[in-house]
Protein backbone atom coordinates (compact mmCIF):
# COMPACT_ATOMS: atom_id res chain seq x y z
CA UNK A 1 0.00 0.00 0.00
CA UNK A 2 1.06 3.27 -0.91
CA UNK A 3 1.64 6.56 1.18
CA UNK A 4 -1.13 7.92 -1.41
CA UNK A 5 -3.68 5.22 -0.09
CA UNK A 6 -3.83 5.68 3.51
CA UNK A 7 -6.05 7.67 6.25
CA UNK A 8 -4.69 8.41 9.53
CA UNK A 9 -6.48 8.32 12.94
CA UNK A 10 -5.10 10.97 16.19
CA UNK A 11 -5.71 9.40 19.26
CA UNK A 12 -5.71 5.88 20.57
CA UNK A 13 -8.51 5.77 22.89
CA UNK A 14 -11.74 3.34 22.57
CA UNK A 15 -13.21 5.97 20.02
CA UNK A 16 -9.75 5.47 18.09
CA UNK A 17 -9.49 2.60 18.03
CA UNK A 18 -13.23 2.06 16.72
CA UNK A 19 -12.27 4.46 14.25
CA UNK A 20 -9.52 2.70 12.95
CA UNK A 21 -11.60 -0.79 12.82
CA UNK A 22 -14.74 1.08 10.90
CA UNK A 23 -11.98 2.63 8.34
CA UNK A 24 -11.26 -1.08 6.80
CA UNK A 25 -14.56 -1.64 6.38
CA UNK A 26 -15.67 1.80 4.78
CA UNK A 27 -11.76 2.24 2.64
CA UNK A 28 -11.48 -1.23 2.55
CA UNK A 29 -7.28 -2.18 0.78
CA UNK A 30 -6.48 1.72 2.38
CA UNK A 31 -3.73 1.32 5.27
CA UNK A 32 -4.99 3.29 8.10
CA UNK A 33 -1.59 4.92 10.27
CA UNK A 34 -2.43 6.09 13.83
CA UNK A 35 -0.63 9.12 15.88
CA UNK A 36 -0.55 9.46 19.93
CA UNK A 37 -2.75 12.71 20.48
CA UNK A 38 -0.22 13.47 23.58
CA UNK A 39 2.93 12.32 21.15
CA UNK A 40 3.57 9.16 23.17
CA UNK A 41 5.32 6.28 20.81
CA UNK A 42 2.43 3.78 19.98
CA UNK A 43 2.73 0.23 19.85
CA UNK A 44 1.54 -1.51 17.02
CA UNK A 45 -0.85 -4.00 18.88
CA UNK A 46 -2.13 -1.52 21.46
CA UNK A 47 -4.20 0.29 18.62
CA UNK A 48 -3.75 -2.18 15.58
CA UNK A 49 -3.39 0.04 13.19
CA UNK A 50 -1.27 -0.85 9.91
CA UNK A 51 1.31 1.82 10.40
CA UNK A 52 2.23 4.24 13.53
CA UNK A 53 3.83 7.34 14.21
CA UNK A 54 6.09 9.25 16.35
CA UNK A 55 4.80 12.53 15.89
CA UNK A 56 1.71 14.39 13.89
CA UNK A 57 3.81 15.86 11.23
CA UNK A 58 5.58 12.96 9.83
CA UNK A 59 2.07 11.45 9.60
CA UNK A 60 0.65 13.99 7.61
CA UNK A 61 4.09 13.68 5.75
CA UNK A 62 2.48 10.69 4.39
CA UNK A 63 -0.32 12.37 2.65
CA UNK A 64 -3.55 10.62 4.04
CA UNK A 65 -6.62 10.83 1.93
CA UNK A 66 -8.72 12.05 5.49
CA UNK A 67 -8.33 12.07 9.26
CA UNK A 68 -9.83 11.08 12.67
CA UNK A 69 -9.37 13.64 15.38
CA UNK A 70 -10.39 11.69 18.17
CA UNK A 71 -7.60 13.02 20.59
CA UNK A 72 -8.87 14.97 23.84
CA UNK A 73 -11.09 17.77 22.56
CA UNK A 74 -8.58 20.11 24.36
CA UNK A 75 -6.41 19.21 21.49
CA UNK A 76 -8.75 19.53 18.72
CA UNK A 77 -8.02 22.98 17.55
CA UNK A 78 -4.55 22.55 17.13
CA UNK A 79 -4.60 18.93 15.22
CA UNK A 80 -7.72 20.49 12.92
CA UNK A 81 -5.72 23.43 12.08
CA UNK A 82 -2.63 21.18 11.17
CA UNK A 83 -4.94 18.73 9.26
CA UNK A 84 -6.71 21.63 7.50
CA UNK A 85 -3.54 23.21 6.35
CA UNK A 86 -2.48 20.42 4.71
CA UNK A 87 -6.07 20.13 2.40
CA UNK A 88 -6.58 16.52 4.24
CA UNK A 89 -10.27 16.21 5.08
CA UNK A 90 -10.93 15.75 9.05
CA UNK A 91 -14.20 14.12 10.62
CA UNK A 92 -13.63 15.59 14.26
CA UNK A 93 -15.28 13.29 17.68
CA UNK A 94 -18.07 15.36 19.40
CA UNK A 95 -17.21 18.14 20.74
CA UNK A 96 -15.80 20.14 18.32
CA UNK A 97 -13.51 22.09 20.87
CA UNK A 98 -14.22 23.40 24.09
CA UNK A 99 -14.78 27.16 23.38
CA UNK A 100 -17.15 28.86 21.37
CA UNK A 101 -13.73 30.77 20.48
CA UNK A 102 -11.77 28.13 19.30
CA UNK A 103 -14.62 27.07 16.93
CA UNK A 104 -14.38 30.10 15.48
CA UNK A 105 -11.18 29.66 14.87
CA UNK A 106 -11.53 26.18 13.17
CA UNK A 107 -14.69 28.00 11.39
CA UNK A 108 -12.09 30.79 9.69
CA UNK A 109 -9.19 28.28 9.55
CA UNK A 110 -11.85 26.17 7.22
CA UNK A 111 -12.67 28.59 4.96
CA UNK A 112 -8.99 29.87 4.32
CA UNK A 113 -8.49 26.15 3.62
CA UNK A 114 -11.42 25.22 1.68
CA UNK A 115 -11.14 22.09 3.90
CA UNK A 116 -13.59 19.21 4.05
CA UNK A 117 -14.88 19.08 7.74
CA UNK A 118 -17.60 16.90 9.53
CA UNK A 119 -18.05 16.12 13.49
CA UNK A 120 -18.78 13.31 14.79
CA UNK A 121 -21.92 13.54 16.27
CA UNK A 122 -22.95 9.97 15.56
CA UNK A 123 -26.64 9.47 17.08
CA UNK A 124 -27.70 11.53 13.98
CA UNK A 125 -27.36 7.57 12.33
CA UNK A 126 -29.39 5.58 15.06
CA UNK A 127 -32.30 5.03 12.83
CA UNK A 128 -34.92 5.68 15.69
CA UNK A 129 -33.30 9.12 15.24
CA UNK A 130 -34.34 9.59 12.03
CA UNK A 131 -38.12 7.66 12.50
CA UNK A 132 -38.19 10.70 15.36
CA UNK A 133 -36.99 12.93 12.46
CA UNK A 134 -39.42 11.99 10.36
CA UNK A 135 -42.67 11.79 12.23
CA UNK A 136 -41.48 15.50 13.25
CA UNK A 137 -41.12 16.36 9.83
CA UNK A 138 -44.42 14.88 8.68
CA UNK A 139 -46.28 16.36 11.51
CA UNK A 140 -47.36 13.49 12.92
CA UNK A 141 -47.71 14.46 16.48
CA UNK A 142 -49.35 17.97 15.43
CA UNK A 143 -48.39 21.07 16.85
CA UNK A 144 -45.44 20.40 19.72
CA UNK A 145 -45.99 21.50 23.48
CA UNK A 146 -43.02 19.85 25.24
CA UNK A 147 -40.27 17.58 25.28
CA UNK A 148 -38.18 15.72 28.19
CA UNK A 149 -35.21 14.20 27.69
CA UNK A 150 -32.72 12.33 30.01
CA UNK A 151 -29.23 11.13 29.82
CA UNK A 152 -26.99 8.90 32.27
CA UNK A 153 -25.17 6.71 33.45
CA UNK A 154 -22.96 5.93 36.62
CA UNK A 155 -19.37 6.89 35.57
CA UNK A 156 -17.36 4.64 37.02
CA UNK A 157 -19.49 1.71 35.53
CA UNK A 158 -18.74 3.05 31.64
CA UNK A 159 -15.11 0.95 31.64
CA UNK A 160 -14.92 -1.00 34.39
CA UNK A 161 -11.67 -1.84 34.10
CA UNK A 162 -9.82 1.30 34.46
CA UNK A 163 -10.03 3.89 37.27
CA UNK A 164 -12.25 6.04 36.29
CA UNK A 165 -10.61 9.38 37.73
CA UNK A 166 -8.45 9.03 35.36
CA UNK A 167 -10.25 8.79 32.35
CA UNK A 168 -11.24 11.65 29.58
CA UNK A 169 -14.97 12.16 31.03
CA UNK A 170 -13.65 12.48 34.26
CA UNK A 171 -10.99 15.40 33.83
CA UNK A 172 -11.52 19.37 33.25
CA UNK A 173 -8.29 19.68 31.44
CA UNK A 174 -8.98 17.10 29.12
CA UNK A 175 -12.77 18.22 28.10
CA UNK A 176 -14.23 16.34 30.14
CA UNK A 177 -17.78 16.57 32.70
CA UNK A 178 -21.65 16.03 31.67
CA UNK A 179 -21.81 19.24 29.16
CA UNK A 180 -18.88 18.05 26.56
CA UNK A 181 -19.11 14.24 27.02
CA UNK A 182 -22.79 13.80 27.02
CA UNK A 183 -23.31 16.94 24.25
CA UNK A 184 -24.89 14.37 21.53
CA UNK A 185 -28.15 15.46 23.73
CA UNK A 186 -27.81 19.14 22.61
CA UNK A 187 -26.67 18.24 18.77
CA UNK A 188 -30.07 16.14 18.48
CA UNK A 189 -32.19 18.43 20.57
CA UNK A 190 -31.03 21.39 18.22
CA UNK A 191 -31.15 18.77 14.67
CA UNK A 192 -34.73 18.08 15.76
CA UNK A 193 -36.03 21.19 17.07
CA UNK A 194 -34.16 23.96 15.48
CA UNK A 195 -31.53 25.66 17.41
CA UNK A 196 -32.26 26.58 20.92
CA UNK A 197 -32.51 30.58 22.02
CA UNK A 198 -32.91 30.62 25.51
CA UNK A 199 -32.01 28.14 28.69
CA UNK A 200 -32.30 28.20 32.22
CA UNK A 201 -30.11 25.75 33.54
CA UNK A 202 -28.36 24.24 36.92
CA UNK A 203 -24.86 22.92 36.86
CA UNK A 204 -23.22 21.33 39.58
CA UNK A 205 -20.79 18.92 40.74
CA UNK A 206 -22.29 16.56 44.08
CA UNK A 207 -18.79 15.21 44.96
CA UNK A 208 -20.41 11.91 44.90
CA UNK A 209 -17.39 10.91 42.56
CA UNK A 210 -14.84 12.44 43.31
CA UNK A 211 -14.12 14.44 39.92
CA UNK A 212 -13.12 17.86 39.29
CA UNK A 213 -15.90 18.53 36.20
CA UNK A 214 -19.66 18.74 36.29
CA UNK A 215 -21.76 15.54 37.05
CA UNK A 216 -25.13 16.85 37.10
CA UNK A 217 -26.81 19.06 34.84
CA UNK A 218 -30.88 19.90 34.83
CA UNK A 219 -32.17 22.49 32.17
CA UNK A 220 -35.17 24.43 30.09
CA UNK A 221 -34.27 24.81 26.70
CA UNK A 222 -36.44 27.31 24.94
CA UNK A 223 -36.90 26.92 20.86
CA UNK A 224 -37.12 30.16 18.47
CA UNK A 225 -41.37 28.17 18.11
CA UNK A 226 -41.72 28.69 21.64
CA UNK A 227 -40.77 24.83 22.10
CA UNK A 228 -39.87 23.86 25.85
CA UNK A 229 -37.62 21.35 26.46
CA UNK A 230 -36.54 20.02 30.08
CA UNK A 231 -33.14 18.20 30.13
CA UNK A 232 -31.35 16.15 32.23
CA UNK A 233 -27.81 14.55 32.32
CA UNK A 234 -25.47 13.44 35.05
CA UNK A 235 -22.77 10.41 35.76
CA UNK A 236 -24.84 9.48 38.36
CA UNK A 237 -27.62 7.16 37.26
CA UNK A 238 -26.95 3.67 38.30
CA UNK A 239 -29.41 2.04 35.28
CA UNK A 240 -28.00 3.56 31.79
CA UNK A 241 -30.79 6.02 30.77
CA UNK A 242 -31.16 7.71 27.21
CA UNK A 243 -34.85 8.91 26.53
CA UNK A 244 -36.84 11.44 24.89
CA UNK A 245 -40.81 12.22 25.27
CA UNK A 246 -42.27 14.64 22.58
CA UNK A 247 -45.43 16.20 23.80
CA UNK A 248 -48.23 17.30 21.01
CA UNK A 249 -51.78 17.74 20.63
CA UNK A 250 -51.95 14.61 18.43
CA UNK A 251 -49.95 12.34 20.09
CA UNK A 252 -46.77 11.80 22.11
CA UNK A 253 -43.72 9.85 21.05
CA UNK A 254 -41.50 7.84 24.01
CA UNK A 255 -38.02 7.04 21.81
CA UNK A 256 -35.75 4.91 24.23
CA UNK A 257 -32.21 5.81 22.66
CA UNK A 258 -30.33 2.64 24.36
CA UNK A 259 -33.10 -0.10 22.91
CA UNK A 260 -33.42 1.65 19.72
CA UNK A 261 -37.32 1.81 19.58
CA UNK A 262 -40.21 4.71 19.10
CA UNK A 263 -43.61 4.52 20.42
CA UNK A 264 -46.38 6.25 19.46
CA UNK A 265 -49.15 7.07 22.12
CA UNK A 266 -52.47 8.38 20.19
CA UNK A 267 -56.28 9.15 20.60
CA UNK A 268 -58.50 6.79 22.57
CA UNK A 269 -55.67 4.63 24.10
CA UNK A 270 -53.83 4.58 21.11
CA UNK A 271 -50.29 3.07 21.68
CA UNK A 272 -48.24 1.64 18.52
CA UNK A 273 -44.54 0.45 18.29
CA UNK A 274 -43.74 2.68 15.14
CA UNK A 275 -40.12 1.95 15.46
CA UNK A 276 -38.13 -0.88 16.58
CA UNK A 277 -34.37 -1.70 16.77
CA UNK A 278 -33.55 -3.54 19.65
CA UNK A 279 -31.12 -5.87 17.69
CA UNK A 280 -29.48 -3.04 16.42
CA UNK A 281 -25.30 -2.89 15.87
CA UNK A 282 -24.66 0.42 17.58
CA UNK A 283 -21.48 -0.10 15.39
CA UNK A 284 -23.41 0.58 12.48
CA UNK A 285 -23.96 4.25 13.35
CA UNK A 286 -20.58 4.92 13.72
CA UNK A 287 -20.21 2.66 10.15
CA UNK A 288 -22.95 5.14 8.41
CA UNK A 289 -20.98 7.99 9.73
CA UNK A 290 -17.77 7.86 8.21
CA UNK A 291 -19.52 6.60 5.14
CA UNK A 292 -21.11 9.84 5.01
CA UNK A 293 -17.73 11.28 5.89
CA UNK A 294 -15.74 9.90 2.47
CA UNK A 295 -19.02 10.65 0.36
CA UNK A 296 -18.58 14.71 1.71
CA UNK A 297 -14.79 14.57 0.56
CA UNK A 298 -15.01 12.18 -2.36
CA UNK A 299 -18.38 13.22 -3.93
CA UNK A 300 -18.81 17.21 -2.44
CA UNK A 301 -21.93 16.03 -0.27
CA UNK A 302 -23.10 17.74 2.69
CA UNK A 303 -21.33 17.12 6.33
CA UNK A 304 -23.68 15.44 8.65
CA UNK A 305 -22.78 18.16 11.03
CA UNK A 306 -21.78 21.30 10.14
CA UNK A 307 -19.70 23.35 12.02
CA UNK A 308 -22.27 25.53 12.38
CA UNK A 309 -23.77 23.31 14.17
CA UNK A 310 -21.70 22.55 16.08
CA UNK A 311 -20.31 25.75 17.14
CA UNK A 312 -24.12 26.75 18.00
CA UNK A 313 -24.17 23.40 20.60
CA UNK A 314 -20.78 25.29 22.17
CA UNK A 315 -22.73 28.29 22.16
CA UNK A 316 -25.24 26.51 24.34
CA UNK A 317 -23.04 25.19 26.85
CA UNK A 318 -21.30 28.55 27.43
CA UNK A 319 -25.07 29.60 27.85
CA UNK A 320 -25.70 26.93 30.39
CA UNK A 321 -22.53 27.52 32.51
CA UNK A 322 -23.45 31.29 32.59
CA UNK A 323 -27.11 30.26 33.70
CA UNK A 324 -26.40 28.41 36.25
CA UNK A 325 -23.34 30.82 37.72
CA UNK A 326 -25.83 33.80 37.46
CA UNK A 327 -29.34 32.00 38.62
CA UNK A 328 -30.74 33.49 35.73
CA UNK A 329 -32.19 32.87 32.26
CA UNK A 330 -29.23 33.41 29.52
CA UNK A 331 -30.02 33.92 25.38
CA UNK A 332 -27.74 31.88 23.22
CA UNK A 333 -25.44 34.39 21.64
CA UNK A 334 -25.09 33.80 17.73
CA UNK A 335 -21.31 33.22 16.11
Not at 15 to 27: D, S
Not at 110 to 132: E, K, M, Q
Request: proline share 4%; aromatic share 6%; net charge negative.
Amino acid sequence: MNASNCCLVIGSGSIAKRHIRNLRLVLPGTSVHCVSASGRQLKLEEVHADVVHSSLESAIATGPICAIVASPAPWHLSHANQLMAAGIPVLIEKPLVVTTQDAIEIAAQAVRHNAYVDIGYNLRFLPSARCVKDLIQQESLGRIYSVHADVGQYLPDWRPMTDFRHNVSAQRSLGGGVLLELSHELDYLNWLFGPVVSVYCKVKNTGALDIDVEDCVDAMLTFSDDIVATLHMDFLQRAPMRTCKIIGDKGTIVWNLNHNHVDFYGPAGLVRRVYEGSDYDRNDMYVAELRNFVNMFKHDAAASVTLQEATHTLCLIEAMRQSSDQGLPVNIKKV
